[in-house]
């Protein structure tokens, strides 16, 4: 299958708890409500995403050479995610992620890895010119490499601005695709709703299309043409983690579509959507079909939620 999309990132295990509620005194219990083993990482999770929803790509990193590392490189697969550029080394790291029924938020607590960086030397130019687009999650040297190959060979540059960073800013006028955080926007701009504005200040840094996710409100997305705010979906929540990384996905997938940068604003918020109402970043994660059944009807089939579910309470076995 041709892949058209390459992404560069670290991927994480996720071991996923989700309780009754989260204890705040000392010695306080709490209720497992469910468990789930599940990979994660910003732009890990926005590669399978685009694969559930039928797209082929590859991914670029360091995975570990343990357990966790042949859980990962299984899990790639199962969403046709090619691994073949990947480097293994070291222990995977690792984040115990904690949601509950009250806030329908996450609390994470993570172990770093002992796995090397990926490196310049690393890097497959031949490989990386077989793909028309890239997505990034940071602003580091091989970042930058990656950009100027996929700029050199005429493709489409992404980037998931998760968190504020200088690094970031000062990558803005390689980036064709910036697609930040309601966190990256307030540290920007406040809480200003001048969004045409705003987003036309970040656009004159070099992107050609800008857009902030604002969680459940929705996400804005500016672009040569104009502005446009797509508003949020209401769906039970049961995990936010993940939601932010399977909208690059979605939005991703739909741009590679055609769509109209407003139109992939709009698939992309329905794809956060549905996987909130899922437990972890895999999960939840919906096909096609599931995405036009919601936006034309409201409703979809749960039943690729509900096998996926008890695949990932089994480590994915």
């Given amino acids: 299958m041709k892949r058209d999309l390459i992404a560069y990132g670290t991927p994480f295990m ?8 989260l204890p705040t005194k000392k010695d306080e219990g709490a209720r ?17 995403a685009f694969g559930q929803l039928g797209g ?21 697969a199962r969403y046709d995610v090619d691994t073949s550029h990947m480097v293994r080394d070291g222990v995977n790291s690792f984040s115990l992620v904690l949601s509950d029924e009250v806030t329908h938020g996450r609390n994470i607590i993570g172990r770093p890895g002992t796995t090397r960086r990926y490196a310049l030397e690393d890097i497959d130019e031949d490989f990386v010119r077989q793909h028309h687009v890239l997505h990034l999650e940071n602003a580091d040297p091989v970042s930058h490499r990656l950009a100027a190959i996929m700029r050199e060979n005429g493709g489409i540059v992404c980037f998931d601005g998760d968190g504020y960073s200088d690094a970031t800013q000062a990558m803005l006028p390689e980036i064709d695709v910036f697609i930040g955080s309601e966190f990256y926007y307030n540290k920007l701009f ?40 797509a508003p949020g979906f209401k769906v039970p929540v049961v995990d936010t983690l993940g939601a932010g ?30 996987k909130c ?17 919601f936006l034309e009807t409201g409703t979809f089939d749960r ?8 695949l990932y309470a089994n480590f994915g076995v």
Wanted: charged share 25%.
């Fill in 32 to 48: 497992i409500l469910q468990t789930s083993w599940q990979g994660g990482g910003k732009v890990s999770s926005a590669l399978t």
């Fill in 56 to 76: 082929a790509s590859s991914m670029l990193g360091v995975v570990g050479a343990d357990s966790y590392g042949d859980f990962l490189l299984r899990d790639y």
């Fill in 277 to 293: 109402t899922g437990i972890g970043g895999r999960a939840g994660t919906p096909n096609l079909e599931m995405v036009e059944q």
């Fill in 245 to 274: 990384d399977v909208y690059h996905g979605g939005y991703i997938f739909a741009m590679m579509q055609g769509k109209r940068p407003d139109e992939c604003a709009r698939f992309a918020n329905a794809v956060a959507a549905i």
């Fill in 14 to 21: 996720d071991n996923l708890v989700h309780i009754d509620h």
């Fill in 303 to 310: 039943s690729l939620i509900e096998e996926k579910t008890k």
């Fill in 190 to 229: 406040g809480e200003s709703e001048e969004y045409e504005k705003n987003l036309g200040a970040v656009r004159a840094r070099g992107p050609k299309v800008v857009v902030f996710t604002l969680g459940d409100k929705g996400s804005v997305v500016a672009w040569e043409d104009g502005w446009s705010f």
